[in-house]
């Protein structure tokens, strides 16, 4: 057992080295294979003898804890945040403050990024990461250390020489080249996109299930190491300065950007922000300011604090960068659900590292506010959020009797007149059976992973079953023969992709390696034909489908006929109704026909479904070919149904109300289980409420209705009791 034990620790360590020496340096000291094969042979020998596991193991890192909540933790050192400007005149005064106030005293600055992503505070205690904490509300933050654990550039174990207690702080960042690719992955798998690389950062870190972060490629930018002073005292002279402190850090095994530069003078700091606010796009993540700090830490408690940042440091922030350019023309692109999205087209200028040639105008009221003329310039950003915006009109430059620009009032793809619905900022194109994009968008929509997961069939194959005239919807593609498919394809590109809708590439030209993104509002609405995701499909455009192409479509065609018919009613793609409506929709009404059947008020009775989804779910079903498509799906044999999983009839129609965070199950799991025995799971507690069954944080509004009215309480464990022994 000995050797077990210690080549645990040998592999353990070895792993490690590769980890850093890969993250830190950039240097693969061995193949990715080899690097596996170690991992496996850990993980495998920490299966069998869990007792030799280190808490610093690399295998940690792969995630699987499951976190239902985060524990709310309280800082040992408040987490402030620092005074912003956006001002050099405000940095000189800071500059001239801090000479004035150290009255003599030699000292010298820091300048460095200031990384844009969210801030967390890791704990080491005897060099090992014990604790990571977001921010919070300064005081108190979440306790993410599951998650903290997976990002390769967080040391589970430090290196060298350290205090045996404090804190590394720093910024978690989403790397700009993962961001991409993480949020093209999305929106093949039909999930929203991230608005920026921030939000994504943020959403990452409170992720329930660690593995998942795993694979969020985030980077942790260290910028900060907090003691207490007498153990700083101990650490010696390496410890007495910021930038010191950030060496020593390095040294830990920390990744500490190495744009960190001591400045003397106010002339040194205005040459490091003049710099770092034109070379920002070079970098491979974002930054949206620079932070100035005195060096000297023993000076901080000099200067003090204001009431919520200390008087010792100073973030300066950029401005977003805008040009003028002209206006060459406005196209429209339409979407899955018809939505009609105007796009500007401009002269390509250069912004933020990258050429601009379009933006989105977002939709018909944003248009109509900006009042476009012909030949008008527009005034278009970057701020730090790497999508340009159309923030506004050049008015010095429009042109004395310059016709205006309206909105097209028809589609432009297919010419029918556009709808705009009541209280709806845009327009959408109602030929919902006839519109190309929209007609295509619910293929693709349909194929999708979270829909009828049938991923040999990507977005080029569709494309080319519908130019063959063979699928024009949904059910068309279960009567697909494997002789209509051999072959298919082989056909010049041009009439593939000949539709004339533009993709919205918005910058084309990438000063470096910096990726260039979508803006957000337009991702899921209006992926056009030519750009739409390839989803498993062959990689050149023209391939044609051969023998074993057409036999793995149709045996994933095969295979999607058991997909459970809350993904089939998702997949059906009626405007508004998400994964998550279907599932309610689907376990309200329970079948097809009972929806079919429903009138508006009975579809707004159900949870999360509001009016305007509940009309949208009526009006499909009041359509002639949407009912006959639906007849086709279900001759062809696909799940119209729940499934019927009841285990028992213990709650015996019980209803119950569910409200608060549960241990065992996610909310959605535990109103499963309710129906799974019995019971209905409802929202809102009234008088017919049988139980009100409780988890941790309930909703206060709830709580006090359920005890106005006197419902029964239940707790986790009292509903786990009542439901005990009743699987078998
Ligand atoms: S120092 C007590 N340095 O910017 C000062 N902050 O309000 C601790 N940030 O919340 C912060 N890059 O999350 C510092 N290089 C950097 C930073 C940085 C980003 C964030 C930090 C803080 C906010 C400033």
Same mark, same amino acid.
């Given at each position: 057992?000995k050797?077990?034990?210690s080549?645990?620790?040998e592999?353990?360590?070895l *792993?490690?080295?590769?980890?850093?020496?890969?993250?830190?340096?950039?240097?693969?000291?061995?193949?990715?294979f080899?690097?596996?094969?170690?991992l496996r042979?850990l993980?495998?020998?920490e299966?069998?003898? =869990? @007792?030799?596991?280190?808490?610093?193991?690399?295998?940690?890192?792969?995630?699987g804890?499951?976190n239902k909540?985060?524990?709310?933790?309280?800082h040992?050192?408040?987490?402030?945040?620092?005074?912003?400007?956006?001002?050099?005149?405000?940095i000189?005064?800071?500059?001239?403050r801090?000479?004035?106030?150290?009255?003599?005293?030699?000292?010298?600055?820091?300048?460095?990024?200031k990384?844009?992503g969210?801030?967390i505070?890791?704990?080491?205690?005897n060099?090992?990461?014990?604790?990571?904490?977001?921010?919070?509300n300064?005081?108190?933050?979440?306790?993410i250390?599951?998650?903290?654990?997976?990002?390769?550039?967080?040391?589970?174990?430090?290196r !060298?020489?350290?205090?045996d207690?404090?804190?590394?702080?720093g910024?978690?960042?989403?790397?700009?080249?993962?961001?991409?690719?993480?949020?093209?992955?999305?929106?093949?798998?039909?999930?929203?996109?991230?608005a920026?690389?921030?939000?994504?950062?943020s959403?990452?870190?409170k992720? @329930?299930?660690s593995?998942?972060c795993? /694979? +969020?490629?985030l980077?942790? $930018?260290m910028?900060?190491?907090?003691?207490?002073?007498?153990?700083?005292?101990?650490?010696?002279?390496r410890?007495?300065?910021?930038?010191?402190?950030?060496?020593?850090?390095?040294?830990?095994?920390?990744?500490?950007q190495?744009?960190?530069?001591?400045?003397?003078?106010?002339?040194?700091?205005k040459?490091?922000?003049? %710099?770092w606010d034109?070379?920002r796009?070079?970098? =491979? %993540?974002?930054?949206?300011? #620079?932070?100035?700090? &005195?060096?000297?830490?023993?000076?901080?408690?000099?200067?003090g604090?204001?009431?919520?940042?200390p008087?010792w440091?100073?973030a300066?922030?950029?401005k977003?960068?805008?040009?003028?350019?002209?206006?060459?023309? &406005?196209?429209?692109? &339409?979407?899955?659900?018809?939505?009609?999205t105007p796009?500007a087209?401009? +002269?390509?200028?250069?912004?933020? !590292?990258?050429?601009?040639?379009?933006?989105?105008?977002?939709n018909?009221?944003?248009m109509?506010?900006l009042?476009?003329h012909?030949g008008?310039?527009?005034?278009?950003?970057k701020?730090?959020?790497i999508?340009?915006?159309?923030?506004?009109?050049d008015m010095?430059q429009?042109?004395?009797?310059?016709?205006?620009?309206?909105?097209?009032?028809?589609?432009? #793809? $297919?010419?029918?007149?556009?709808?705009?619905?009541?209280?709806?900022?845009?327009?959408?194109?109602?030929?919902q059976?006839?519109?190309l994009?929209?007609?295509?968008?619910?293929l693709?929509h349909?194929?999708?992973?979270?829909?009828?997961?049938i991923?040999?069939?990507?977005?080029? +194959?569709?494309?080319?079953l519908?130019?063959?005239?063979?699928?024009?919807?949904v059910?068309?593609?279960?009567?697909?023969?494997?002789?209509?498919?051999?072959?298919?394809?082989?056909?010049?590109e041009e009439?593939?992709?000949?539709?004339? &809708?533009?993709?919205l590439?918005?910058?084309?030209?990438?000063?470096s390696?910096?990726?260039?993104?979508?803006?957000s509002?337009?991702?899921?609405?209006?992926?056009? #034909?030519?750009?739409?995701?390839?989803?498993?499909? =062959?990689? /050149?455009k023209?391939a044609?489908i051969?023998?074993?192409?057409a036999?793995?479509?149709?045996?994933?065609?095969?295979?999607?006929?058991?997909?459970?018919?809350?993904r089939?009613?998702?997949?059906?793609?009626?405007?508004?109704? !998400?994964?998550?409506?279907?599932? /309610?929709?689907?376990?309200?009404?329970?079948?097809?026909?009972?929806?079919?059947?429903?009138?508006?008020?009975?579809?707004?009775? #159900?949870e999360?479904?509001?009016?305007?989804?509940?009309?949208?779910?009526?009006?499909?079903?009041?359509?002639?070919?949407?009912?006959?498509?639906?007849?086709?799906?279900r001759k062809?044999?696909?799940?119209? +149904?729940?499934?019927?999983?009841?285990?028992?009839?213990?709650?015996?129609?019980?209803? *119950?109300?569910?409200?608060?965070? %549960?241990?065992?199950?996610?909310?959605?799991?535990?109103?499963?289980?309710?129906?799974?025995?019995?019971?209905?799971?409802?929202?809102?507690?009234?008088?017919?409420?049988?139980?009100f069954?409780?988890?941790?944080?309930?909703?206060?509004?709830?709580?006090?209705?359920? @005890?106005?009215?006197?419902?029964q309480?239940?707790?986790?464990?009292?509903?786990?009791?009542?439901? /005990?022994g009743?699987d078998e």
């Amino acid at each position: 057992m000995k050797d077990v034990e210690s080549r645990i620790a040998e592999l353990t360590e070895l *792993i490690d080295r590769y980890n850093y020496e890969y993250y830190m340096n950039d240097t693969s000291l061995v193949s990715d294979f080899e690097f596996d094969a170690l991992l496996r042979e850990l993980m495998e020998l920490e299966r069998q003898y =869990p @007792q030799y596991a280190l808490p610093t193991s690399p295998t940690r890192r792969v995630g699987g804890e499951v976190n239902k909540s985060f524990q709310q933790v309280t800082h040992r050192f408040p987490m402030l945040s620092l005074g912003n400007t956006y001002s050099i005149e405000e940095i000189e005064e800071f500059e001239a403050r801090t000479r004035k106030l150290l009255d003599g005293v030699p000292f010298s600055y820091t300048c460095e990024l200031k990384y844009d992503g969210v801030a967390i505070g890791l704990t080491y205690k005897n060099g090992e990461l014990v604790q990571a904490v977001t921010r919070g509300n300064g005081t108190v933050g979440d306790d993410i250390t599951d998650n903290a654990r997976t990002i390769p550039t967080i040391p589970l174990k430090l290196r !060298g020489d350290y205090p045996d207690d404090f804190e590394a702080r720093g910024e978690v960042v989403f790397p700009f080249e993962a961001f991409e690719a993480m949020n093209r992955q999305r929106e093949n798998d039909g999930d929203e996109p991230f608005a920026n690389p921030r939000n994504a950062a943020s959403g990452s870190l409170k992720l @329930q299930n660690s593995a998942e972060c795993a /694979k +969020r490629k985030l980077m942790f $930018c260290m910028y900060f190491m907090m003691m207490d002073d007498e153990k700083a005292a101990d650490g010696g002279r390496r410890f007495t300065t910021h930038f010191g402190r950030l060496e020593a850090a390095k040294e830990m095994g920390f990744k500490v950007q190495p744009y960190i530069k001591e400045c003397n003078d106010i002339n040194d700091i205005k040459f490091f922000i003049d %710099f770092w606010d034109k070379e920002r796009w070079n970098l =491979p %993540f974002g930054i949206d300011g #620079v932070v100035i700090k &005195v060096n000297q830490t023993e000076l901080w408690g000099r200067l003090g604090l204001t009431a919520k940042s200390p008087r010792w440091a100073i973030a300066y922030k950029f401005k977003a960068e805008r040009v003028s350019t002209p206006l060459e023309s &406005v196209t429209y692109q &339409v979407g899955r659900t018809g939505v009609v999205t105007p796009v500007a087209n401009m +002269r390509p200028v250069w912004l933020g !590292g990258t050429t601009v040639r379009r933006a989105t105008l977002c939709n018909a009221d944003y248009m109509g506010k900006l009042d476009l003329h012909e030949g008008d310039y527009l005034l278009v950003e970057k701020g730090g959020e790497i999508i340009p915006k159309i923030v506004g009109v050049d008015m010095e430059q429009r042109q004395a009797g310059a016709p205006k620009i309206g909105y097209t009032e028809v589609c432009p #793809v $297919c010419g029918t007149k556009l709808v705009r619905a009541d209280g709806e900022a845009g327009c959408y194109c109602p030929n919902q059976d006839g519109c190309l994009p929209q007609q295509l968008g619910r293929l693709e929509h349909f194929v999708g992973r979270k829909a009828m997961n049938i991923d040999s069939l990507g977005s080029e +194959r569709l494309r080319m079953l519908y130019d063959a005239g063979l699928v024009r919807n949904v059910a068309d593609l279960y009567s697909l023969r494997k002789e209509q498919l051999v072959g298919l394809g082989s056909r010049e590109e041009e009439t593939l992709f000949s539709i004339n &809708v533009d993709p919205l590439d918005l910058c084309d030209e990438a000063s470096s390696n910096l990726q260039i993104f979508k803006p957000s509002n337009l991702q899921s609405e209006s992926k056009s #034909v030519s750009e739409a995701n390839d989803g498993g499909s =062959p990689t /050149k455009k023209s391939a044609s489908i051969q023998e074993k192409g057409a036999e793995n479509i149709l045996k994933a065609l095969e295979e999607s006929k058991k997909v459970p018919f809350e993904r089939v009613l998702f997949a059906l793609g009626i405007r508004y109704v !998400g994964e998550v409506g279907a599932k /309610k929709l689907a376990r309200y009404f329970g079948d097809i026909d009972a929806l079919k059947a429903a009138n508006v008020m009975e579809l707004a009775m #159900v949870e999360d479904v509001g009016e305007v989804t509940a009309v949208a779910v009526h009006d499909y079903f009041a359509n002639a070919e949407h009912l006959a498509i639906v007849e086709r799906l279900r001759k062809a044999g696909l799940q119209m +149904r729940m499934a019927d999983t009841r285990i028992s009839n213990v709650l015996n129609g019980a209803t *119950i109300v569910v409200s608060g965070v %549960f241990e065992n199950f996610s909310r959605e799991e535990i109103k499963a289980s309710i129906e799974q025995h019995g019971g209905k799971a409802t929202g809102s507690i009234s008088s017919k409420t049988d139980y009100f069954l409780t988890g941790e944080k309930v909703g206060p509004e709830k709580l006090k209705k359920a @005890q106005a009215l006197g419902i029964q309480m239940l707790t986790e464990t009292e509903y786990l009791e009542m439901i /005990k022994g009743q699987d078998e």
